[in-house]
């Protein structure tokens, strides 16, 4: 017994050495070795974008080139002190990363800063020079990278191998005190525990593999007594739960993952389509309407019927074709701009929006009444659009032998807000009902409804982006009904009592837009009131104009 003992003794003092070692060499691993040579990576990564950010300012003088530049300059002395604090004490290490900040410093100073700070005048000699210098220069600093990660490499794989060496003593250990225990245990009760022993045996070796990290391998069910079966499909199912939980989260990161990629993705080539349409597209446009008007003007009537046509439906084509993009712009900035959410009284923005559109309101005759409306939460401007694209849509698809008359209504859904906005017009045809939100749909001729197609669709992109939905209450007759839901705002209760919001004539439509999404055969036809060339009435455009 004395001799087990020590022996126990020895093998438990072997296994705190080993554990102790496998703490310091997994520490050494995780917490030195690998961060510093991401770091490394890193540094190389913020040279490499100065250097690129330099070359493609000296060869196209833009300013905005030199944003890498600078960005890479902060990411370098910060990527340089967390490297500096994780390589502490490693003379070897410390002496690659001086050599590193050394050479890029040269590099700077001979020819990064100069061309920098250089006057236009003499940016063209110091990029030939830089072309002819440059490259040298840089694969110095290059080359001083190379030999500081191959050096942190090295220093990692021998961590990693001192873990591995570890993990095997360790291993060792456990598994002679476990041969140990086993043997000593069947020896003083090999006649009485015969039945008990071989199943621990069995399950504890499952269990230890499954420790290791072989999540998948299965925990057998021991044969023996019934206390050990319960057990063993205990921690089975215990392991299958686990196994179960890590598969999921690894497929969720992926996911978040790859949705996060796409996200940037997508928010680029929206940023690159805002640029172009705000810039590249606009400028030819406004010059191509410009001398197409021109023409119209110099030499109307003095050619004949027919070039006067063709004169006009350029100038036609073009003017379209500026409201198209203007409507696309503001399509795209919708969650993007402009994006202060706060309390917003719905009260107050309808007013502004029948102030806005008056004019055309009185041309049409309307009578627009409305429901006390409640607080919400969001953006004002987006509030504006929705509420401007769907009266002046309601007013525009009005039926011929009546005044248009428009109600919007409101009332509580949970804590949220189901607002209505319902007209006497022509109505929406059931089958067209998710149509009319389909961007760009038109079912009417812009001689029958002008519009470009778009208010709808960005009605349900305002809406759908505050967390709502936007549908056509199909159960709606006599006209049409947009039924849509908002947050309602955190501290306001119901709106107050209705007062006089019979506003006839005196809600106003805005000249120069309407609505204007002409989705469906919205017998109430939904167009959209984009960009301005159109208002409710075929008022003159130009006014005010809408979205």
Same mark, same amino acid.
């Not at 370098?76 to 490297?83: D, I």
């Not at 499954?210 to 063993?232: K, M, N, S």
């Not at 011929?400 to 509580?412: K, L, M, N, S, Y």
């Not at 056509?472 to 209705?498: M, S």
């Given at each position: 017994?004395?001799?087990?003992?020590?022996?126990f003794?020895?093998?438990?003092?072997?296994?705190?050495?080993?554990?102790?070692r496998?703490?310091?060499?997994? &520490?050494?691993?995780?917490?030195?070795?690998?961060?510093?040579?991401?770091?490394?990576? &890193?540094?190389?990564?913020?040279?490499?974008?100065?250097?690129?950010?330099?070359?493609?300012?000296?060869?196209?003088?833009?300013?905005?080139?030199?944003?890498?530049?600078?960005q890479?300059r902060?990411?370098?002395?910060?990527?340089?002190?967390?490297?500096?604090?994780?390589?502490?004490?490693? #003379?070897?290490?410390?002496?690659?990363?001086?050599?590193?900040?050394?050479?890029?410093?040269?590099?700077?100073?001979?020819?990064?800063?100069?061309?920098?700070?250089?006057?236009?005048?003499?940016?063209?000699?110091?990029?030939?020079?830089?072309?002819?210098r440059?490259?040298?220069?840089?694969?110095?600093?290059?080359?001083?990278?190379?030999?500081?990660?191959?050096?942190l490499?090295?220093? &990692?794989?021998a961590? #990693?191998?001192?873990?591995?060496?570890?993990?095997?003593?360790?291993?060792?250990?456990?598994?002679?005190?476990a041969?140990?225990?086993?043997?000593?245990?069947?020896?003083?009760?090999?006649?009485?525990? #015969? *039945?008990?022993?071989?199943p621990?045996?069995?399950?504890? &070796?499952?269990?230890?593999?499954?420790a290791?990290g072989?999540f998948?391998?299965?925990?057998?069910?021991?044969?023996g007594?019934?206390?050990?079966?319960?057990?063993?499909?205990?921690?089975?199912?215990?392991?299958?739960?686990?196994?179960?939980?890590?598969?999921?989260?690894?497929?969720?990161?992926?996911?978040l993952?790859e949705?996060?990629?796409?996200?940037?993705?997508? $928010?680029?080539?929206?940023?690159?389509?805002?640029?172009?349409? *705000?810039?590249?597209?606009?400028?030819?446009?406004?010059?191509?309407?410009?001398?197409?008007?021109?023409?119209?003007?110099?030499?109307?009537?003095?050619?004949?019927e027919?070039?006067?046509?063709?004169?006009?439906f350029?100038?036609?084509?073009?003017?379209?074709?500026?409201?198209?993009?203007?409507?696309?712009?503001?399509?795209?900035?919708?969650?993007?701009?402009?994006?202060?959410? #706060?309390?917003?009284?719905?009260?107050?923005?309808?007013?502004?929006?029948?102030?806005?559109?008056?004019?055309g309101?009185?041309?049409?005759?309307?009578?627009?009444?409305?429901?006390?409306?409640?607080?919400?939460?969001g953006?004002?401007?987006?509030?504006?659009?929705?509420?401007?694209?769907?009266?002046?849509?309601?007013v525009?698809?009005?039926?011929?032998?009546?005044?248009?008359?428009?109600?919007?209504?409101?009332?509580?859904?949970?804590d949220?807000?189901?607002?209505?906005?319902?007209d $006497?017009g022509?109505?929406?045809?059931?089958?067209?009902?998710?149509?009319?939100?389909?961007?760009?749909?038109?079912?009417?001729?812009?001689?029958?409804?002008?519009? *470009?197609?778009?208010?709808?669709?960005?009605?349900?992109?305002?809406?759908?982006?505050?967390?709502?939905?936007?549908?056509?209450?199909?159960?709606?007759?006599g006209?049409?009904?947009?039924?849509?839901?908002?947050?309602?705002?955190?501290?306001?209760?119901?709106?107050?009592?209705?007062?006089?919001?019979?506003?006839?004539?005196?809600?106003?439509?805005?000249?120069?837009?309407?609505?204007?999404?002409?989705?469906?055969?919205?017998?109430?036809?939904?167009?959209?009131?984009?960009?301005?060339?159109?208002?409710?009435?075929?008022?003159?455009?130009?006014?005010?104009?809408?979205?």
């Amino acid at each position: 017994m004395t001799t087990t003992l020590a022996v126990f003794t020895v093998l438990g003092a072997i296994g705190t050495w080993a554990l102790v070692r496998t703490s310091d060499s997994t &520490r050494q691993l995780t917490e030195v070795s690998s961060p510093a040579l991401v770091q490394a990576v &890193r540094l190389e990564s913020a040279l490499i974008d100065q250097e690129t950010g330099l070359r493609g300012y000296a060869l196209s003088g833009r300013d905005d080139f030199l944003d890498p530049y600078r960005q890479g300059r902060e990411d370098e002395e910060a990527t340089a002190e967390r490297l500096l604090g994780l390589v502490a004490g490693n #003379r070897k290490a410390e002496e690659d990363l001086a050599t590193v900040l050394d050479r890029a410093d040269e590099w700077r100073e001979d020819l990064a800063e100069p061309i920098v700070n250089a006057a236009r005048a003499d940016l063209a000699q110091l990029t030939a020079d830089y072309t002819e210098r440059g490259k040298a220069t840089f694969d110095a600093v290059r080359a001083a990278l190379t030999d500081q990660q191959r050096y942190l490499s090295d220093t &990692r794989a021998a961590a #990693r191998e001192d873990l591995h060496d570890a993990e095997v003593v360790r291993n060792v250990v456990f598994a002679a005190i476990a041969l140990l225990i086993v043997t000593v245990t069947v020896l003083a009760f090999d006649a009485m525990r #015969r *039945s008990v022993t071989r199943p621990l045996e069995l399950l504890s &070796r499952d269990a230890r593999q499954v420790a290791e990290g072989d999540f998948g391998h299965a925990i057998t069910t021991p044969a023996g007594p019934a206390d050990l079966e319960q057990l063993g499909k205990d921690v089975e199912d215990m392991r299958r739960r686990l196994a179960d939980e890590l598969d999921f989260t690894e497929r969720a990161r992926m996911r978040l993952d790859e949705q996060a990629m796409e996200l940037r993705r997508s $928010n680029d080539e929206l940023e690159q389509f805002a640029y172009v349409a *705000s810039h590249d597209l606009q400028e030819p446009l406004r010059k191509v309407a410009s001398f197409c008007q021109l023409l119209q003007r110099r030499y109307g009537g003095q050619l004949d019927e027919r070039a006067d046509q063709y004169i006009g439906f350029a100038v036609d084509g073009a003017n379209r074709m500026q409201v198209l993009i203007n409507d696309l712009l503001l399509f795209s900035r919708v969650g993007r701009m402009n994006t202060e959410s #706060r309390a917003i009284d719905l009260n107050e923005t309808l007013a502004s929006v029948l102030d806005a559109i008056s004019v055309g309101l009185e041309e049409t005759g309307a009578e627009i009444t409305h429901d006390p409306l409640p607080h919400v939460t969001g953006d004002a401007s987006q509030f504006v659009m929705l509420f401007q694209n769907l009266i002046t849509n309601a007013v525009k698809f009005r039926a011929p032998d009546r005044a248009p008359r428009v109600h919007i209504g409101a009332e509580r859904d949970g804590d949220r807000w189901r607002l209505s906005v319902t007209d $006497n017009g022509i109505g929406i045809e059931p089958e067209y009902a998710e149509r009319v939100f389909v961007i760009f749909q038109r079912l009417h001729t812009r001689d029958a409804y002008p519009g *470009s197609g778009i208010g709808l669709a960005m009605c349900k992109k305002i809406v759908e982006y505050l967390g709502g939905t936007i549908s056509v209450d199909q159960a709606h007759t006599g006209g049409a009904r947009i039924v849509f839901t908002l947050p309602g705002a955190p501290g306001h209760d119901d709106p107050p009592e209705p007062e006089a919001t019979d506003t006839a004539g005196a809600a106003d439509a805005a000249d120069g837009t309407e609505d204007g999404t002409e989705d469906a055969p919205r017998t109430d036809g939904a167009e959209d009131s984009t960009a301005g060339t159109d208002d409710v009435d075929g008022a003159d455009a130009g006014k005010v104009p809408l979205r």
